[in-house]
């Protein structure tokens, strides 16, 4: 049976200024096709190179705003974009905002139309459909998951042509935090984990094990700051549990082989994320990794405050670079020399593009352009979340929550000497905090922690040269709405900009 499929034409709004919600906000056409398990499956790829949004889309631009957080710093303070970003004094006309803004939007509006293809289609089975229904409902949830933390109240559209929003208002005003929560996220999220299949469809897919750790997230978000809705921290608890016991995930042997290129696809840990290749989604991590000593652009580095609190494990000999060769002499230079002063970021040196400053015999020319993959949710995450969220929920850890905390420590120092027991809640809290700051340190998350652990001002004060706005009032949690939006829409934006 033949049936109509709708297709957001979003290139004019994708081009010049990102009017992502000028009327009209798409335009239909309408082709007579034949639906197949092939269209579906392109529709649905389709929504992970919108989310990469182009080379310099999702993995640079998160990479620039994870320097509002305190393991990360802006290398050369001339580049003014990124400094901003560094002292919470992000621009309404910042093209990280703009970027991210647009590109989450744009996979939104994919996720929407595969949504509402199937949904209105009858002629493939759900044992076929239902798990690309899945991927777009776990899609857009992520990207609306990333929205609201960012940017807080937004508009809310699940409209297949975006002419109104979920509750049919055509102006598309923001809608609270609290009603996309609870009006698409969660509804989205919960169905991903029962249409999903344990094994992805392909390496990019979710499985829903990931829409499972997505979950845990949610409820682990809602229970903090701005909702505070702490109820959540048992549902999180009982949703990490399930993927700490019954997945297949698990720890990798040595934390170090999770960032070699060879392994970007071994999916022993990595439960999610979004995978590059030079030929296809490439990432950013090579020459804007190296510092100027290296011959690179200095963009991101280590903040020093950060690094000196870090325990001496295999995380912290891995993840900086504490002494380079000099491009000029070959000379060798401490990390207290460099010309940032600050460590430089290892982590991802095996991803290609920094010649002879890569790691484990990776010596590619250097580049812009680099592989490996931006990641998002790793077993690591699941026992962390469990550890937080149970002693959140009940008062105090379990026995669970103590192995789920020492197997991360096990690996990260080698042995079974460094194992937490005994602890107060308040010191097991802050143990489970500072470990999932260590653990996850330069992977993007460590700014959207701080947020919901109502935690911004203490832990950006601990690097005074950074010069970061702090305040009481919790204007600097939530980053500008893009310029042109609210001129477009009559918005106010956030408050402080």
Request: glycine share 4%; net charge negative; aromatic share 12%.
């Amino acid at each position: 049976m033949k049936k109509i499929i709708y297709v957001s034409l979003l290139a004019l709004l994708l081009s010049g200024c990102v009017d992502l919600l000028q009327k009209p906000q798409s335009q239909i056409i309408q082709e007579t096709i034949e639906l197949n398990e092939d269209i579906l499956a392109s529709m649905c790829n389709g929504m992970y190179k919108d989310w990469w949004g182009e080379n310099y889309g999702f993995n640079t631009r998160i990479a620039s705003l994870a320097v509002s957080g305190d393991d990360m710093l802006v290398g050369d303070k001339s580049k003014t974009r990124v400094l901003m970003n560094d002292q919470m004094r992000v621009t309404v006309d910042s093209q990280d905002v703009s970027v991210l803004w647009k590109w989450f939007y744009k996979t939104i509006f994919s996720a929407n139309n595969i949504i509402s293809l199937i949904e209105v289609n009858d002629n493939l089975e759900p044992s076929v459909t239902n798990k690309y229904l899945g991927e777009a409902r776990f899609m857009r949830a992520l990207m609306y998951f990333y929205v609201v933390r960012l940017w807080g109240d937004a508009p809310a559209i699940t409209d297949p042509q975006s002419l109104k929003d979920i509750d049919g208002d055509t102006s598309i005003p923001r809608k609270s935090v609290k009603k996309i929560y609870d009006n698409i996220i969660l509804p989205d999220v919960r169905a991903a984990v029962n249409l999903l299949e344990e094994t992805s469809r392909s390496e990019q897919a979710p499985s829903s094990w990931a829409a499972k750790m997505l979950l845990a997230d949610v409820y682990l978000t809602m229970a903090g700051w701005p909702l505070n809705e702490t109820a959540y921290y048992a549902d999180a608890a009982a949703t990490a549990k399930d993927v700490v016991l019954n997945s297949p995930h698990t720890l990798m042997r040595e934390y170090s082989q999770l960032w070699l290129k060879a392994n970007s696809n071994d999916n022993t840990e990595h439960i999610f994320a979004l995978h590059h290749s030079l030929t296809y989604l490439p990432s950013q991590y090579a020459i804007s990794y190296l510092g100027y000593e290296e011959d690179g652009w200095s963009d991101y580095v280590a903040d020093p405050v950060f690094f000196e609190n870090f325990p001496d494990d295999k995380r912290k000999e891995f993840c900086y670079v504490t002494e380079t060769t000099s491009k000029d002499d070959g000379s060798i230079i401490q990390w207290e020399d460099f010309s940032t002063g600050t460590p430089y970021i290892r982590k991802y040196r095996n991803y290609g593009g920094c010649s002879k400053w890569g790691i484990e015999g990776d010596n590619t020319p250097k580049s812009s352009l680099s592989e490996g993959l931006t990641p998002v949710y790793r077993y690591a995450d699941a026992l962390l979340f469990y550890a937080e969220a149970i002693t959140k929920a009940t008062g105090s850890p379990d026995d669970l929550a103590y192995e789920c905390i020492n197997r991360v420590r096990d690996r990260a120092f080698g042995d079974d000497e460094h194992r937490l027991s005994g602890l107060t809640s308040e010191d097991f809290i802050k143990a489970v905090f500072d470990e999932f700051g260590w653990e996850n340190v330069f992977e993007f998350k460590r700014w959207f922690q701080l947020v919901r652990t109502d935690k911004v001002d203490e832990m950006l004060s601990k690097n005074p040269d950074v010069d970061a706005r702090t305040n009481v009032d919790r204007q600097n949690y939530l980053f500008p709405l893009p310029v042109r939006q609210t001129e477009l829409r009559k918005w106010n934006n956030n408050p402080g900009y």
